[in-house]
């Protein structure tokens, strides 16, 4: 059977190319919201990290009707640290719409999820979106949209994709650059038009493939998935398989069945194939796993999820200060918390470690692991991480590291300072081309010298270079690499920072700390210019005598502290630096507290290596 009431799309682009505002306007004008009803800006942007950083980081479904015609979108993180949630969601589509900035044209991220929508055989339908930007560049960058298709070996069909020119911010969209859009309509039309409907199997036993998962605290965990045979009905038994584990096979039963209408999720009784829906009721439910029918226990393949390439270890708070914010602080809480959230992430990675205080956590990126760190610790965990470090293979006997495709656009002065920090970071040019007044250029370098590069480019190009990168391949190790090449400030003993003490260290370095910040012996507070690390003492006061008194500090003037983020701190830390993260606070400190125990095995490690 043909289902011609249905089309399965997913939206997929780079970052800040307009993804979430392009399905806002899509809502908007299917009619899904009231006349008088109030609506926030990039409304799919549910998360409270996602709408502070203005990135999507969870996939998430949504529905339109159009014409007697069920449109299921799934809007997909454009950020290449969540490239599992795009990956997972192409199992749950036929087709796909490919969004591309009409002034920065495709970029890494864009041709990592299009080359996953072609090898599963899914139609395109390119969008140029922003071609109301000054800048735009809209025959350059169907040229470059046509290059990348040709470079990844796109089928004769998939070379002949329509484009739809969209301003996804006015809500317009036209086939033709010599007539103005109105509205949405050629969009919708065009999904109508080249999306194939599904050929299904409606009589034939149930069969549903999961792949996102969602938690409630009324219903428990609820799976999310296409039917991909027959029909469900609430209050059904099922079995629960999984392809990759064919020894799983457990029963349960769908005590819910929901359907997206809209934003909400529907009350229903029947689904039948084609649909995406929702169901509770089973448990130990994951994504991956394929719901069947008793009569017919047969699982789905699910699609291969890239490995990760970063790994960080995440272990108990164990400095002066830890118990004193945290709700959840624990091994167990810890471990639970971890393991919890594998079930919903699946290119993470967690492993335990020989300690019993540590776990070994691998993720795409850095920002990956800092977006779980901030949720963790916004629900009140208190813990400490290691220093992000690639993830090498051994291959053949020799050692690979994971490459990196870096891609920035800087002015025309800046290009030196670039090009100098690449060859120190032993980067290779494999592009370079002009993009208006400015420079575009596009490097493959190792994924560790990425690490601590951003604040070092943004300072380079004078706050106007834009980069973005994506992993590449896995090529043989590069050499030795020095991560930092500045120093840290650390704190003497343990008190309450000083106006006077905090005088006298701003001299020494850049200083993370302003007075009356309570610090312990080993607390970095400051980065030092020179390669070493320099103790200074923050808590030091003046004498009082006859002439002077504490008083006289209000003349001193302190340099305003420089307030480090949780992914400048990521970036900032060195090998024998930890990263203290509690729910008030982020604090940097070294792994040895104390600076003569400190110094002694710094010497060794040095008496060692040389």
């Given at each position: 059977?043909?289902?011609?009431?249905?089309?399965?799309?997913?939206?997929?682009?780079?970052?800040?190319?307009?993804?979430?505002?392009?399905?806002?306007?899509?809502?908007?004008?299917?009619?899904?919201?009231?006349?008088?009803?109030?609506?926030?800006?990039?409304?799919?942007?549910?998360?409270?990290?996602?709408?502070?950083?203005?990135?999507?980081?969870?996939?998430?479904?949504?529905?339109?009707?159009?014409?007697?015609?069920?449109?299921?979108?799934?809007?997909?993180?454009?950020?290449?640290?969540?490239?599992?949630?795009?990956?997972?969601?192409?199992?749950?589509?036929?087709?796909?719409?490919?969004?591309?900035?009409?002034?920065?044209?495709?970029?890494?991220?864009?041709?990592?999820?299009?080359?996953?929508?072609?090898?599963?055989?899914?139609?395109?339908?390119?969008?140029?979106?922003?071609?109301?930007?000054?800048?735009?560049?809209?025959?350059?960058?169907?040229?470059?949209?046509?290059?990348?298709?040709?470079?990844?070996?796109?089928?004769?069909?998939?070379?002949?994709?329509?484009?739809?020119?969209?301003?996804?911010?006015?809500?317009?969209?036209?086939?033709?650059?010599?007539?103005?859009?109105?509205?949405?309509?050629?969009?919708?039309?065009?999904?109508?038009?080249?999306?194939?409907?599904?050929?299904?199997?409606?009589?034939?036993?149930?069969?549903?493939?999961?792949?996102?998962?969602?938690?409630?605290?009324?219903?428990?965990?609820?799976?999310?998935?296409?039917?991909?045979?027959?029909?469900?009905?609430?209050?059904?038994?099922?079995?629960?398989?999984?392809?990759?584990?064919?020894?799983?096979?457990?029963?349960?039963?769908?005590?819910?069945?929901?359907?997206?209408?809209?934003?909400?999720?529907?009350?229903?009784?029947?689904?039948?194939?084609?649909?995406?829906?929702?169901?509770?009721?089973?448990?130990?439910?994951?994504?991956?796993?394929?719901?069947?029918?008793?009569?017919?226990?047969?699982?789905?393949?699910?699609?291969?999820?890239?490995?990760?390439?970063?790994?960080?270890?995440?272990?108990?708070?164990?400095?002066?200060?830890?118990?004193?914010?945290?709700k959840w602080v624990t091994t167990r809480h810890i471990r639970d918390r971890l393991f919890r959230e594998l079930l919903r992430d699946?290119?993470?990675?967690?492993?335990?470690?020989?300690?019993?205080?540590?776990?070994?956590?691998?993720?795409?990126?850095?920002?990956?692991?800092?977006?779980?760190?901030?949720?963790?610790?916004?629900?009140?965990?208190?813990?400490?991480?290691?220093?992000?470090?690639?993830?090498?293979?051994?291959?053949?006997?020799?050692?690979?590291?994971?490459?990196?495709?870096?891609?920035?656009?800087?002015?025309?002065?800046?290009?030196?300072?670039?090009?100098?920090?690449?060859?120190?970071?032993?980067?290779?040019?494999?592009?370079?081309?002009?993009?208006?007044?400015?420079?575009?250029?596009?490097?493959?370098?190792?994924?560790?010298?990425?690490?601590?590069?951003?604040?070092?480019?943004?300072?380079?190009t004078k706050g106007e270079g834009v980069m973005n990168s994506v992993f590449f391949e896995y090529q043989p190790y590069k050499g030795?690499?020095?991560?930092?090449?500045?120093?840290?400030?650390?704190?003497?003993?343990?008190?309450?920072?000083?106006?006077?003490?905090?005088?006298?260290?701003?001299?020494?370095?850049?200083?993370?700390?302003?007075?009356?910040?309570?610090?312990?012996?080993?607390?970095?507070?400051?980065?030092?210019?020179?390669?070493?690390?320099?103790?200074?003492?923050?808590?030091?006061?003046?004498?009082?005598?006859?002439?002077?008194?504490?008083?006289?500090?209000?003349?001193?003037?302190?340099?305003?502290?420089?307030?480090?983020?949780?992914?400048?701190?990521?970036?900032?830390?060195?090998?024998?630096?930890?990263?203290?993260?509690?729910?008030?606070?982020?604090?940097?400190?070294?792994?040895?507290?104390?600076?003569?125990?400190?110094?002694?095995?710094?010497?060794?490690?040095?008496?060692?290596?040389?």
């Amino acid at each position: 059977m043909i289902r011609n009431d249905l089309r399965n799309v997913a939206i997929i682009a780079h970052v800040d190319h307009g993804k979430t505002t392009l399905v806002d306007a899509m809502l908007k004008q299917s009619n899904t919201f009231r006349d008088n009803q109030s609506v926030d800006e990039r409304v799919m942007d549910s998360g409270d990290l996602e709408r502070e950083r203005g990135i999507t980081i969870l996939a998430k479904n949504t529905s339109i009707h159009y014409k007697d015609v069920k449109i299921n979108v799934v809007d997909t993180p454009g950020h290449a640290d969540f490239s599992g949630e795009v990956e997972r969601v192409m199992m749950m589509v036929n087709g796909v719409l490919v969004l591309v900035d009409a002034a920065e044209g495709p970029m890494p991220q864009t041709r990592f999820v299009v080359q996953k929508a072609l090898e599963m055989g899914h139609r395109l339908i390119i969008v140029v979106n922003k071609i109301d930007r000054p800048d735009a560049r809209l025959n350059e960058v169907q040229d470059e949209i046509l290059e990348l298709l040709l470079e990844l070996d796109a089928s004769d069909d998939q070379l002949m994709s329509p484009v739809v020119w969209c301003s996804g911010r006015d809500g317009t969209a036209t086939l033709d650059l010599n007539e103005k859009g109105k509205d949405l309509t050629p969009l919708f039309e065009t999904i109508l038009s080249h999306i194939k409907p599904m050929e299904v199997d409606e009589k034939g036993p149930a069969q549903v493939l999961v792949s996102s998962i969602d938690y409630n605290d009324y219903v428990g965990r609820i799976g999310i998935g296409r039917i991909e045979r027959g029909s469900v009905t609430q209050g059904q038994g099922v079995v629960v398989t999984n392809y990759n584990n064919i020894h799983l096979k457990t029963q349960g039963k769908l005590v819910n069945l929901y359907q997206i209408e809209g934003l909400q999720r529907t009350p229903c009784e029947t689904a039948k194939a084609g649909d995406i829906v929702c169901f509770s009721g089973l448990e130990k439910i994951n994504i991956g796993d394929t719901v069947c029918s008793p009569d017919c226990v047969e699982a789905h393949k699910f699609v291969k999820i890239t490995e990760p390439t970063v790994e960080m270890t995440f272990s108990v708070n164990d400095s002066p200060f830890a118990g004193k914010d945290g709700k959840w602080v624990t091994t167990r809480h810890i471990r639970d918390r971890l393991f919890r959230e594998l079930l919903r992430d699946v290119s993470l990675r967690v492993e335990e470690t020989d300690s019993a205080d540590s776990y070994r956590v691998c993720g795409r990126g850095e920002m990956h692991l800092s977006i779980l760190i901030e949720n963790m610790r916004r629900e009140g965990y208190e813990f400490q991480v290691s220093t992000p470090k690639v993830m090498f293979k051994e291959i053949d006997g020799v050692r690979y590291e994971p490459m990196e495709k870096l891609i920035v656009d800087v002015p025309d002065d800046a290009t030196g300072a670039v090009f100098q920090s690449m060859g120190n970071r032993k980067g290779e040019l494999l592009h370079m081309s002009a993009i208006g007044t400015r420079t575009r250029l596009e490097f493959v370098v190792p994924a560790r010298g990425l690490f601590g590069y951003k604040s070092e480019f943004l300072t380079s190009t004078k706050g106007e270079g834009v980069m973005n990168s994506v992993f590449f391949e896995y090529q043989p190790y590069k050499g030795e690499l020095s991560r930092r090449d500045t120093g840290s400030l650390v704190a003497f003993e343990t008190g309450e920072a000083v106006t006077y003490g905090l005088f006298n260290a701003q001299g020494r370095g850049t200083l993370f700390i302003g007075a009356g910040t309570p610090v312990y012996e080993g607390m970095v507070i400051g980065e030092s210019p020179k390669s070493d690390d320099l103790n200074v003492n923050v808590c030091k006061t003046k004498h009082l005598t006859n002439t002077r008194s504490s008083a006289s500090d209000d003349a001193l003037r302190l340099i305003t502290p420089k307030k480090m983020s949780l992914e400048e701190c990521l970036e900032f830390i060195g090998d024998d630096e930890l990263l203290e993260i509690t729910p008030k606070n982020i604090r940097i400190r070294k792994r040895i507290l104390n600076g003569e125990l400190r110094a002694k095995a710094n010497a060794k490690l040095r008496k060692g290596i040389n």
